[in-house]
Antibody, heavy 122, light 108 residues
């Protein structure tokens, strides 16, 4: 069971970038997939999630990125994407994708990808 | 949003010690509380879910307790591999999920 992010890099303020999250080893279609970021030397910030296609594939976002970031999924490719527009310097961070798993009414983030670094700088 | 506050922010301890990290929620979250361990350059790793249930494969020296707004993570008989940063995360409200700011456990 693995997730792997790609697509990070250096981008100028105001620019765009698309991150990818590839899943292997588990039935990807059955899970909500989340994006979480970690700014340099800082804590973890949940950015958003995309729900199962069977439930409509709805996406939800944190206030800090709503309107700028868009999450989508392609279950045929076991992929989830994070499209980031209008990037700001404060978006500089390591971006993780993480599956939401659970039992009973409890859920948690597991597994996580290894993270991909996004640097927003001129 | 539910705010999660951890204390202390950092902690120094020795191998073999017992340490406790506290996490407080800004409103009641029942026992919808997870704990993660993160090592430098790595993704977080789930230790405990539902406040006190040990994730499969996690050593029994890790334990969690609490309910409502106050929670603790206890590590008994600290091992060298336990020196890392620990985060709590509430799953009571999924919009948004929120994390504590982290507690860095360092070797004394």
């Amino acid at each position: 069971v693995q997730l792997a992010e790609s697509g990070g890099g250096l981008v100028k303020p105001g620019g765009s970038l698309r991150l990818s999250c590839a899943a292997s080893g588990f039935p990807f279609t059955n899970v909500w997939v989340n994006w979480v970021r970690q700014s340099p030397g800082k804590g973890l910030e949940w950015l958003g999630r995309i729900e199962r296609e069977a439930e409509g594939g709805t996406s939800h976002y944190a206030a800090s990125v709503k309107g700028r970031f868009t999450i989508s999924r392609d279950d045929s490719k076991n992929m989830v994407y994070l499209q980031m527009n209008s990037l700001k310097s404060e978006d500089t961070a390591v971006y993780f994708c993480a599956a939401l798993l659970g039992v009973d009414m409890y859920n948690w983030f597991d597994p996580w990808g290894q993270g991909t670094l996004v640097t927003v700088s001129s | 949003d539910i705010q999660m506050t951890q204390s202390p922010s950092s902690l120094s301890a020795s191998v073999g010690d017992r340490v406790t990290i506290t996490c407080r929620a800004s409103q009641t979250i029942s026992n919808y509380l997870n704990w993660y361990q993160q090592k430098p350059g790595k993704a977080p790793n789930l230790l405990i879910y539902a406040a006190s249930r040990l994730q499969s494969g996690v050593p029994s020296r890790f334990s969690g307790s609490g309910s409502g707004t106050d929670f603790t993570l206890t590590i008994s008989n600290l091992q060298p591999e336990d020196f890392a940063t620990y985060y709590c995360q509430q799953s009571y409200s999924n919009l948004p999920y929120t994390f504590g700011q982290g507690t860095k456990l360092e070797i004394k």
